[in-house]
């Protein structure tokens, strides 16, 4: 598709939304089984849980996070059943499973992070990481932590969904409801960065949102001190630069571990609030967005130019000129949203969410039904021959009334002329064999 003089003008980008990829996905299966994982690695994972301590041990020591009093260690069931009842699965990734669950000590439900074995050693920095903070509204807070089975389990508070699930089903949001979900997760952001932390890991999945319509940062396993660095450098550890989708070029080609690099990420994901692009994981694309391109699809939608300017220097190349997450507050549209909740005008972009989810589930349908009938029309034409208006036109010239047609052979002056060689018979008197004969 040519681009258009507007498009190069701007140095736009095109790359495709996330709506027909949904489609696609809900026609099949993804979920993974046992039979997926290497025999060696299910046999070292079962050598590795037979020789495991017995019962579950704290991860964390403060007077705030202790086992609960029903455990009973020589007991035969797990912490889980023990202390939980009505254990539901809500997610599910390549770090574990997340349950939703119900106490009985205080009978609040919870969200249970239960990790991998090949995970582990990730997480189990991250209930320790949790600890470095004081509780904030806009920051998933740490209940108890874990370890059984080689397995660490992470108890939190409990979200209504995702900000992956909710931009699933409304693709792209509005200026207005958008700038909510942003200040709660610049306020979020402010809170770790003023106690010296990085969180290097924000995208969509990591952004969950309670009933009432509050966002709050999550996962916080990727957490960076920035006591640990030097020169920018990571030199007590070795933090992975999470998700490649949002992860600042700085980092993962330098290795450069700041505050900006969060500034990066969440200009990115606001970008993808507000467009519904499909991000790439890698590619020319890839770096074309962190240097400054803008993709068609963000271009197109009614943004106001306050904000667009607001993102670009958030996601510029140089980390250093990017704003602080203290400038970004003070900006006059972010400013704008905390009076208006001030005088109690905040917008709960939850209040219509389960019917938005029930429209959505029957839209999704009806499209998945509409690919498949059009995959089902496209086979059954290939099988039907063509119709006779679609043959090649005829060889001869359309004729009069009574007129034969012309015949479809090469003209005789286009043919070849081959040379024939004609043998000369000696000429013969017919009378001769009777003049013979008489005498």
């Not at 681009?3 to 696609?24: A, D, Y």
């Not at 998945?368 to 119709?387: C, F, G, I, K, S």
Request: glycine share 4%; hydrophobic share 40%.
């Amino acid at each position: 598709m040519a681009k258009s003089k507007f498009q190069k003008k701007h140095k736009l980008i095109f790359i495709k939304t996330k709506k027909k990829q949904r489609i696609k996905q809900a026609s099949r299966s993804t979920r993974c089984s046992i039979e997926d994982i290497p025999i060696k690695v299910r046999h070292s994972l079962h050598r590795r849980r037979s020789n495991a301590p017995v019962g579950a041990v704290a991860m964390v020591t403060s007077p705030n996070v202790v086992l609960s009093s029903l455990y009973r260690r020589d007991a035969d069931l797990k912490y889980m059943d023990q202390v939980f009842t009505s254990k539901v699965e809500i997610g599910r990734g390549s770090f574990g499973n997340v349950y939703k669950v119900m106490s009985r000590d205080d009978h609040n439900q919870y969200a249970v992070k239960v990790t991998n074995d090949k995970r582990s050693v990730v997480h189990k920095g991250e209930a320790s990481r949790m600890l470095k903070f004081p509780p904030h509204q806009h920051c998933i807070q740490l209940v108890n932590a874990w370890e059984e089975d080689f397995r660490i389990h992470i108890q939190m508070e409990l979200c209504k969904i995702s900000l992956e699930a909710f931009l699933n089903v409304h693709y792209s949001v509005p200026e207005r409801p958008a700038m909510e979900i942003f200040l709660d997760i610049a306020l979020g952001l402010q809170h770790l960065h003023a106690h010296g932390l990085i969180h290097l890991d924000i995208k969509p999945s990591n952004i969950m949102i309670t009933e009432t319509g509050i966002c709050k940062l999550g996962d916080f396993g990727l957490l960076v001190d920035t006591r640990d660095l030097r020169n920018d450098k990571v030199v007590s550890s070795d933090p992975s630069e999470g998700d490649s989708k949002y992860v600042a070029m700085e980092v993962l080609r330098q290795e450069i571990y700041t505050k900006a690099a969060d500034i990066f990420s969440f200009g990115l994901l606001m970008m993808e609030t507000l467009s519904d692009v499909n991000l790439p994981k890698g590619g020319p694309v890839w770096e074309l967005l962190r240097l400054g391109r803008e993709p068609t699809c963000y271009h197109n939608r009614s943004v106001s130019n306050r904000l667009r300017s607001l993102l670009r220097k958030m996601m510029r190349v140089d980390y250093k000129n990017r704003p602080q997450i203290g400038e970004i507050l003070q900006h006059v549209l972010v400013r704008n949203v905390m009076i208006a909740r001030e005088n109690g005008n905040r917008i709960n972009i939850m209040a219509t969410w389960e019917a938005d989810l029930a429209m959505h589930l029957v839209n999704l349908q009806r499209a998945v039904e509409r690919a498949a009938q059009r995959e089902q029309q496209r086979a059954a034409r290939a099988l039907v021959p063509e119709p006779l208006g679609n043959l090649p036109p005829p060889l001869h010239e359309p004729m009069e009334v009574g007129q034969l047609p012309a015949s479809p052979r090469v003209p005789l002056q286009e043919m070849p002329v081959r040379e024939v060689q004609i043998m000369q018979q000696p000429v013969v008197n017919p009378k001769s064999h009777i003049v013979r004969r008489l005498f």
